[in-house]
């Protein structure tokens, strides 16, 4: 009976010139291929975390969940609100973030932020601080869209037209 086999595997075997690998050629076994996408986030759990949202909320906890749309769970959450250089914590427990709504995911290190030179202030005084700068920014905003109009343009200012400008 005819066999293609002849006793050595298809395409050879240890001695096959073509399994020979030289200095030059690495060995694939040694290269780690990392998932893409959301899975990338599997190596990331029971961390801490710094979660940025689209809408400019900004999130620190520990990773606890995700599923393959990127919803993560998160636990002993604080929402952190920036005011220049000082800052202030909502404690917020656990946490459901919406994939869609991710914008950065990164490690969070306390000691460089300590470094940085913001310094945490109590969270009312946050809170008052940043409807103080809201306001000026709405002022601005309004100044530039009269401007606009009297130049002879027409902006339309609606918040569900754009969910990524505020």
């Known amino acids: 009976m005819f066999s293609m086999w002849n006793g050595a595997p298809p395409g050879g075997g240890r001695g096959d010139p073509r399994n020979q690998r030289g200095p030059s050629q690495p060995n694939p076994a040694n290269n780690i291929n990392l ?3 959301t899975a990338h ?3 990331e759990l ?3 975390l710094l979660f940025w949202l689209r809408d400019g909320r900004t999130f620190i906890g520990i990773l606890k969940s995700l599923d393959q749309f990127g919803n993560v769970v998160v636990a002993e959450t604080i929402e952190r609100i920036y005011v220049d250089k000082e800052y202030g914590d909502i404690e917020r427990g656990i946490c459901i973030l919406r994939g869609e709504n991710l914008v950065l995911v990164g490690e969070w290190d306390g000691f460089r932020e300590q470094q940085s030179g913001t310094r945490s202030r109590d ?3 946050i809170l008052t601080r940043q409807a103080e700068e809201e306001e000026k920014r709405l002022k601005v905003k309004e100044g530039f869209q ?4 009297e130049r002879g343009l027409n902006i339309r200012d609606d918040p569900e037209d754009d969910l990524f400008i505020k």
């Open 35 to 37: 998932p893409s996408g």
């Open 41 to 43: 986030l599997l190596y």
């Open 46 to 48: 029971d961390k801490r």
């Open 123 to 125: 969270i009312q005084y």
């Open 146 to 149: 009269k401007a606009m109009r």
